[in-house]
């Protein structure tokens, strides 16, 4: 296998070598690529440096996959070239997750609809990701009718020039914005761009992308993200409500069974999910799972999951390792 990583000196695309590397995917050779401003830079893998290239470069390589994490307008205009020269690509940025020609996939859900066809291949949002991964076994069971969902969302979420930011604002020095205002003791209510309807860009991708994943345009879903000062790892407070009544001990079983997800929830421990320990891991952690007393059918929960892992490289890996098993590469 030959693979590629656009975005190699990014937040994501760091973590996909991680993750690459933890995870023994079968590579013959890793071509690292990123901006021209990159070019030459050396990074580590497996112990040995490799040179960053172009990417016309990469192209020039014919690589078997590349991964994606260099952002939506990079995406739009150099994944159908990586697609014409017979490289997947699997993308992470927004470009091509509701272009109804490409699947939007989170292997655990949908891997089963990918085809050799699939040349070009969405990766979802980090907070629908988690979303998501913690919905679809209830909703196979009970059916969802609506969900409203209010995200606290890291700054490793907006790259490397947010991280920054933060840690510039701890230690009291100048330097770039990432956002309009400061994010150290904050919490912004403003996740990526306002659209007309006066949600974000981050909040419709929570509406659509979880619709299209789980099949079903009916779903319901209204969002709230917030950016709070956590380095690493979404929390989402989700209320969900079934057409279909549920026993709260058999949703905590149902979630239990699903690969992917771990249970956190003994309030006499005090054990619910937090970001900070969520940080470096690849699950979905589940808790504060309660049935909300104000209506029929509805469950509350806490979702927290690593954005840059799961969220991200993990989801990305996970679906090449998906492609090569299943000789759709
Ligand atoms: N952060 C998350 O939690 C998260 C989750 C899901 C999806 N994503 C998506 O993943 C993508 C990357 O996010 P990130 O957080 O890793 O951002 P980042 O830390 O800012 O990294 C951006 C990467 O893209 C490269 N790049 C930028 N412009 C390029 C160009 N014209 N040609 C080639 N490479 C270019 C950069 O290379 P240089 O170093 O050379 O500039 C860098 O490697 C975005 O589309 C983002 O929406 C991020």
Same mark, same amino acid.
């Given at each position: ?10 937040? &994501? ?16 050779? @890793?071509?690292?690529?990123? %901006?021209?401003? %990159? ?16 990417? !016309?470069?990469? =192209?020039?390589?014919? !690589?078997?996959?590349? @991964? ?18 017979? $490289? ?13 020609? /490409? ?5 655990? =859900? ?21 979303? #998501? ?21 890291? #700054?490793? +979420? ?6 920054? *930011?933060?840690?510039?604002?701890? @230690? ?7 956002? !309009?205002?400061?994010?150290? /003791? ?11 309807? +006066? ?7 929570? #509406?659509?992308?979880? *619709? ?19 380095? +690493? ?17 058999? &949703?905590?079983?149902? @979630? ?12 006499? $421990?005090?054990?619910?999910?937090? !970001?900070?320990?969520?940080?470096? /891991? ?12 104000? *209506? ?7 979702? &927290?999951?690593?954005?840059?892992? /799961? +969220? ?5 890996? *996970? =679906?090449?390792?998906?492609? =090569? ?5």
């Amino acid at each position: 296998m030959k693979v590629a990583i656009v975005g190699a000196t990014g937040l &994501v695309g760091n973590v996909m070598l991680k993750v690459l590397e933890e995870r023994n995917f079968p590579l013959d050779e @890793l071509l690292l690529v990123a %901006s021209e401003r %990159s070019v030459g830079k050396k990074i580590k893998f497996k112990g040995k440096d490799i040179s960053v290239i172009s990417i !016309p470069t990469a =192209i020039e390589a014919k !690589p078997d996959i590349a @991964l994606f994490s260099a952002g939506g307008s990079t995406s739009l205009e150099w994944a159908p070239k990586f697609a014409e020269v017979g $490289t997947t690509v699997i993308d992470n940025s927004s470009a091509w997750r509701m272009d109804s020609s /490409k699947k939007l996939i989170v292997p655990e =859900i949908n891997a089963n609809e990918l085809t050799k066809s699939d040349k070009i291949i969405a990766n979802p949002n980090c907070s629908t990701i988690q979303m #998501v991964m913690a919905l679809a076994p209830l909703h196979n069971k009970y059916k969802i009718k609506r969900i409203v969902v209010s995200t606290y969302q890291s #700054v490793s +979420g907006t790259g490397v020039k947010a991280v920054e *930011q933060m840690e510039n604002e701890i @230690l009291g020095k100048k330097g770039d914005m990432a956002y !309009p205002y400061p994010i150290h /003791k904050n919490a912004i209510p403003h996740c990526d761009i306002f659209e007309d309807n +006066g949600y974000t860009k981050e909040e419709m991708k929570l #509406v659509n992308e979880t *619709q299209k994943i789980l099949s079903d345009r009916t779903i319901a879903v209204t969002a709230t993200a917030v950016r709070i000062p956590t380095a +690493g790892g979404h929390s989402e407070a989700i209320n969900v409500e079934f057409e279909n009544a549920f026993d709260i001990t058999e &949703v905590r079983q149902l @979630l239990s069974n699903t690969d992917g997800i771990t249970i956190q929830d003994n309030l006499e $421990t005090n054990s619910y999910p937090m !970001p900070m320990y969520a940080h470096g /891991k690849d699950d979905v952690f589940v808790g504060r799972i309660r049935r909300d007393g104000s *209506q029929p059918n509805t469950l509350n929960m806490w979702v &927290v999951s690593d954005n840059l892992r /799961k +969220g991200a490289a993990t989801n990305t890996v *996970q =679906i090449a390792e998906f492609l =090569i098993g299943n000789a759709l590469v």
